[in-house]
């Protein structure tokens, strides 16, 4: 991470008010135009505490005259300048180290002392360390701060900062952290600045409005606590799929609905080096009353999954990338869209593998093992093109208390899915989608569910402001069945739409139009209106709240039926009670209505379903790298036939420590 912090207190006697002028100047132009702010090449040659370069830097000039600084000394070795200004301190002096990005992309660390009215300060204080901002034709080489980064943001005595410098790739990280140092005190200005990959970055500066003579400079060394950061993910790792549901409708669930931040280690433990590899390990215990999830025959059970994973990422990152929700009743594989994919500096690469062990201490036919692997790869090019090419493979089974059948339904799928964008303009952009999604069940009675699915999308995105923009989207899915071929349709979706990153506090997207459904064996032609939303709104930065709502058709899981159309709302509360205690409380419906009659029991009816869920779970964070869950989950379907109908109950605790 680069932490860019300047800062000076100035006193000056009238022998320096001409190189206070100067000094002025250039810290205007720095501010504004970083990129013209270069280095020349004589300044890596190292130098010792009596060189005779008299080089003095910017000062503030709203501040009380007097107080300049005089460079001592440049490094390519950060050690040597630290020994340097070791040097200096013993001697009376007070150092300050300034980390220097040149343009030529390379890091220098040049040292240097204050001067009160033209003598060195004589004070004895502790060793100042600061970095600055790096010229603007290196920022292709910076990656983007990440939430942990933010947090450290936060956790840092800005009130003793004169000057705070901050690169950011989101918007919305710059308003956050920009609206921070507001209620701080500063004065904050933010401008977006172009590259050439053609994605900005967004230079937050924040200037303390008033200089107090004895304010100190902020030590090297930060506060390592991380500060929660609440998210509607329990990454890593998901829980086992069989007990808690995503949506209660047939979706593969990911994750138990807890508040659970996105945590990472800190470098301390992994090294400098840290952020390529990241094992982890979660152990649940489930009690839950209707192991079937049946009607009239209730067995409880205790439930113990084992789910040990491990991510890579090259560059190295902080947290889970791909954030996919797919299932295997789903057109196309996805459940939700992918409207934006997270964007990098220059390229990505991210594998993952999760498996989860599930053990039943009664029901022992029960027990399984499920697989996770998934990975991707983005190159973003200059000029505004870029790709990304991704790949998840399942190994799980259906949702206990979905379909018609008590037992046990295993299935394998994998999604391929290609995606190429190109940003035509500074608020014109197109992406081109295409993906290939497999689905094979290993019994036999559900053969007539294997199908392959290749569909292709097409959007135009206009941005009308920095922080909202309209598209269109047409997707056509083709969907064919292994043996049951009278299945094979067609899909067509149009849809118009607009996303919004408004401030830090809300961010969403929402879509809607039309859906035809074209069977090949059939001239009829299904047509139902389609939509889906996704909001996230931060009330404060320990409240938020997550809404999303869809109406989409999926694949029938009953050989009598033709397909469902499922209409689904969610909403998840989080707080944020401490610093190392987060609450969570979701709630969602789903409406799943089974098209053609469907017959059983002697009873031939339209087939509709209703499933209510409910779930509240409190997360404590023992250490940045360890924490526990404990809640309780409530599973409700009622089903117009009544044999299908049940109520579920599960108690869970989980711990989890991940690096």
Known sequence: MYVNIFTVKISLNNYFIRIMAQSIILLMVFLLFPSTVLYSADLFAIRTADATDQEIVMERKDAPPGNTLKQMGAFQIRKNAERLAEKLERDGMEPVVLAVVTNENQTIYKVYIRKQGGATHKDKLPRKFAENIVAEEAQDSLPPETPRQLAQDRAVQEEDLLLVLRNFSSKAEGEEFSGNMEKAGYLVMMREVPTGNGQPIYVVSAEKPQVQSGSTVLSGEIDKTSQPVITTKAEPPPPSPDIIRETPGKAVPEELPVGTPKERVSKDVLGKRGGFVHPFLSITEYYIDNVFYSNDRKDDDFITVLSPGIWLAVPHVYEKLLRVETSDI????????????????????YLFYNADIEKFAKHSSEDAVNHKFEGFFQYNLRGGLSFEVMDQYIDSHDDRGSGIYAELDKFRTNLANFIVKYAISERLELRVDSSYFLVNYAKARNNYRDRHDWSLSAYTFYKATPKMRFFIEYEYIDITYDKNIVSDSQEHHYFGGIQWDITAKSKGSIKAGYGTKDFASATETSNDFIFEAQIDHHFTPKTSLILKASRRTTETDISTTDFVVSDTIELEYLQRITAKVTADIKLSYTRDAYKD???????????????????????????????????????????????????????????????
């Open 330 to 349: 789903s057109p196309g594989g996805f459940s939700l869209s992918r409207y934006k994919p997270e964007e990098f500096k220059r390229y990505q690469a």
């Open 597 to 659: 009659e469907f017959t059983y029991g002697g009873r031939t009816a339209p087939l509709d379903d209703d499933y209510y869920y409910g779930a509240f779970a409190l997360q404590y964070k023992f250490r940045e790298w360890l924490f526990a869950d404990a809640g309780y989950i409530f599973m409700k379907r009622d089903s117009s036939f009544s044999d299908f109908d049940y109520t579920t109950n599960v108690m869970f605790v989980r711990i989890t420590g991940s690096l």
